[in-house]
């Protein structure tokens, strides 16, 4: 356990002595303004806002993992580029220790960050169980995310081109609430629209229990399944 | 300390194997060179030895442990020293090295301001990695393999990107650690390094072992047993070693003038290399 927490320690430090990371942080406080003061102020004004406030909070939570998918994909790629990665391999340190450190406090910073959106954002009631649930679910996006990226690439202009990709991808089951409703879950190959199903849901005063589960479902086997091509590429 | 039987491997989407049946063995306290020039799959042999790449055929034994019977506290047991600088760059020397040495059950037996004392990067040891030059940052590869006391290091060209005064301390403790009674395994295609450190070399090209020996030995056999001497004068002659105080010409013509240089005819690392494969560590 002491191993995990130093390496998540020394993530955190590294984050915070890079300018350029350090400074994803205020994008959570733009979120939450967005969310509480300027989305609410819009609806106000502007009516036919009024059917889109499920995509605004869908929106907000993406974003929010968006945080963590882009810091942890840095501090992995970075490692990756200056063969620091190649260390890991040699040492009395498991690969799954080793992903467990990486993604300790981004995958609960997340959830933390989406447990307090939900509970602050104006517009629905939403209870503490599913929203710490749909937290989770929503916070499975990073290590997916930041092990994926860092399975394809190899330096940082590579996984700045991924990245850009990659944000274009978690946003496509968007386009799920834009087709006749026969076909929405067209989009559900992808896992993100799970999330996005269970906050529209949410919102609809709907159950989101089957749409959470799906979701946990095939975040599981796509967490299990890139780690698997991760853990074979990184420390080579 | 080290055995390996018939090793061959064959990077996956290969056709043909990187390694093909390499046999040798390490003792324990000796100091062990792969020579090759760059491809010949002396960082390969390496990287099966410490359990980055598995999937070999072969037998490799390790204190007469089957290697894939080890579990992660063979790990534990030993250090490497890798090619180029790895070290994460905004953090700081010490940093680096505290970091890495939380992994280990075992303790150091140097303090940290020791280590960094030994390979004279005491007035860095705060500083940002990102700020160190090349050398600097090899000397923390050196220190970081070292730090948790293995009883077997390998090192991967363990003088590169250094200057002649740090790849000399560097080559010293090296010899230090054998005689603690470390079990080094070096690769190099440095064969002044080689030569300086090795108690044994072995001569690989295209995945294969050519010879196995001490550079002594081999340096003798590939030699000339022959003495050239140089006058001021500028006259050069050879004489043959053997019964080289009852040469009367050898005796004769240096009384004719002052010498300038005496030197035996061995050969190098180098042109042992050369004869053996027909291929220069250079390439």
């Not at chain 1, 104006?122 to 599913?130: A, D, H, S, T």
């Not at chain 2, 030993?78 to 680096?96: A, C, D, Q, R, S």
């Given at each position: 356990?002491?191993?995990i927490?130093?390496?998540?320690?020394?993530?955190?430090?590294?984050v915070?002595?890079?300018?350029?990371?350090?400074s994803?942080?205020?994008?959570?406080?733009?979120?939450?303004?967005?969310?509480?003061?300027?989305?609410?102020?819009l609806?106000?004004?502007?009516?036919?806002?009024?059917?889109?406030?499920?995509?605004?909070?869908?929106?907000?939570?993406?974003?929010?993992?968006?945080?963590?998918?882009?810091?942890?994909?840095?501090?992995?790629?970075?490692?990756?580029?200056?063969?620091?990665?190649?260390?890991?391999?040699?040492?009395?340190?498991?690969?799954?220790?080793?992903?467990?450190?990486?993604?300790?406090i981004?995958?609960?910073?997340?959830?933390?960050?989406?447990?307090?959106?939900?509970?602050?954002?104006?517009?629905?009631?939403?209870?503490?169980?599913?929203?710490?649930?749909?937290?989770?679910?929503?916070?499975a996006?990073?290590p997916?995310?930041?092990?994926?990226?860092?399975?394809?690439v190899?330096?940082?202009?590579?996984?700045?081109?991924?990245?850009?990709?990659?944000?274009?991808?978690?946003?496509i089951?968007?386009?799920?609430?834009?087709?006749?409703?026969?076909?929405?879950?067209v989009?559900?190959?992808?896992?993100?629209h799970?999330?996005?199903?269970?906050?529209?849901?949410?919102?609809?005063?709907?159950?989101?229990?089957?749409?959470?589960?799906?979701?946990?479902?095939?975040?599981?086997?796509?967490?299990?399944?890139?780690?698997?091509?991760?853990v074979?590429?990184?420390?080579? | 300390?080290?055995?390996?039987?018939?090793?061959?491997?064959?990077?996956p989407?290969?056709?043909?194997?990187?390694?093909?049946?390499?046999?040798?063995?390490?003792?324990?306290?000796?100091?062990?060179?792969?020579?090759?020039?760059?491809?010949?799959?002396?960082?390969?042999?390496?990287?099966?030895?410490?359990?980055?790449?598995?999937?070999?055929k072969?037998?490799?034994?390790i204190?007469?442990?089957?290697?894939?019977?080890?579990?992660?506290?063979?790990?534990?047991?030993?250090?490497v020293?890798?090619?180029?600088?790895?070290?994460?760059?905004?953090?700081?020397?010490?940093?680096?090295?505290?970091?890495?040495?939380?992994?280990?059950?075992?303790?150091?037996?140097?303090?940290?301001?020791?280590?960094?004392?030994?390979?004279?990067?005491?007035?860095a040891?705060?500083?940002?990695?990102?700020?160190?030059?090349?050398g600097?940052k090899?000397?923390?590869?050196?220190?970081?393999?070292?730090?948790?006391?293995p009883?077997?290091?390998?090192?991967?060209?363990p003088?590169?990107?250094l200057?002649?005064?740090?790849?000399?301390?560097?080559?010293?403790?090296?010899?230090?650690?054998?005689?603690?009674?470390?079990?080094?395994?070096?690769?190099?295609?440095?064969?002044?390094?080689?030569?300086?450190i090795?108690?044994?070399?072995?001569?690989?090209?295209?995945?294969?072992?050519?010879?196995?020996?001490?550079?002594?030995?081999?340096?003798?056999?590939?030699?000339?047993?022959?003495?050239?001497?140089?006058?001021?004068?500028?006259?050069?002659?050879?004489?043959p070693?053997?019964?080289?105080?009852?040469?009367?010409?050898?005796?004769?013509?240096?009384?004719?003038?002052?010498?300038?240089?005496?030197?035996?005819?061995e050969?190098?690392?180098e042109?042992?290399?050369?004869?053996v494969?027909?291929?220069?560590?250079?390439?």
């Amino acid at each position: 356990m002491k191993k995990i927490i130093n390496l998540a320690i020394t993530d955190f430090k590294i984050v915070f002595r890079d300018p350029s990371l350090k400074s994803f942080f205020f994008l959570p406080i733009v979120l939450f303004v967005l969310i509480i003061w300027g989305v609410p102020f819009l609806v106000e004004k502007y009516d036919f806002l009024q059917p889109y406030i499920p995509l605004f909070l869908i929106i907000a939570v993406i974003e929010n993992t968006q945080l963590y998918c882009f810091v942890s994909s840095m501090v992995l790629i970075d490692e990756k580029e200056t063969d620091v990665a190649k260390v890991y391999g040699v040492i009395p340190f498991s690969k799954t220790e080793y992903l467990i450190s990486r993604f300790l406090i981004p995958f609960f910073f997340t959830v933390l960050l989406n447990v307090i959106l939900l509970f602050v954002q104006p517009f629905y009631e939403i209870g503490i169980l599913v929203n710490i649930l749909v937290s989770l679910l929503a916070a499975a996006v990073v290590p997916l995310y930041a092990m994926a990226i860092n399975s394809i690439v190899q330096n940082r202009m590579q996984g700045m081109v991924y990245i850009k990709a990659f944000n274009m991808l978690v946003l496509i089951p968007v386009a799920a609430f834009f087709v006749p409703e026969s076909i929405k879950h067209v989009f559900g190959i992808l896992p993100t629209h799970w999330i996005f199903q269970s906050i529209d849901n949410l919102a609809n005063g709907c159950e989101t229990g089957f749409m959470l589960g799906i979701g946990f479902l095939l975040y599981a086997i796509l967490i299990w399944m890139v780690s698997k091509v991760f853990v074979r590429r990184h420390f080579i | 300390m080290i055995q390996v039987e018939n090793l061959v491997f064959t990077y996956p989407r290969n056709d043909s194997p990187t390694l093909k049946g390499l046999s040798f063995s390490v003792d324990k306290g000796e100091v062990f060179g792969f020579l090759g020039p760059s491809g010949a799959g002396k960082s390969t042999a390496q990287k099966v030895l410490y359990k980055i790449l598995t999937g070999y055929k072969g037998i490799i034994k390790i204190n007469d442990k089957d290697l894939s019977e080890w579990g992660s506290n063979y790990l534990e047991k030993i250090g490497v020293g890798f090619e180029l600088p790895n070290h994460y760059l905004k953090l700081t020397g010490k940093e680096n090295l505290d970091l890495f040495a939380s992994f280990y059950q075992t303790k150091r037996n140097k303090s940290v301001q020791e280590l960094f004392d030994m390979v004279g990067l005491s007035d860095a040891i705060d500083k940002p990695v990102e700020a160190y030059s090349k050398g600097m940052k090899m000397r923390l590869n050196f220190i970081r393999a070292i730090q948790h006391n293995p009883d077997i290091l390998f090192f991967d060209e363990p003088t590169s990107g250094l200057d002649p005064v740090n790849a000399h301390k560097i080559k010293q403790h090296i010899l230090d650690l054998k005689s603690e009674g470390k079990t080094i395994f070096v690769t190099t295609h440095s064969m002044e390094a080689a030569d300086d450190i090795c108690d044994r070399v072995a001569l690989i090209v295209d995945g294969t072992l050519q010879i196995v020996d001490s550079p002594k030995k081999l340096k003798k056999q590939f030699g000339k047993e022959l003495l050239n001497v140089e006058l001021n004068s500028g006259e050069q002659m050879e004489f043959p070693l053997k019964k080289i105080g009852d040469n009367e010409a050898f005796l004769t013509f240096i009384k004719s003038d002052d010498v300038k240089s005496i030197h035996t005819q061995e050969a190098t690392l180098e042109e042992v290399f050369i004869s053996v494969t027909g291929k220069s560590l250079k390439q």
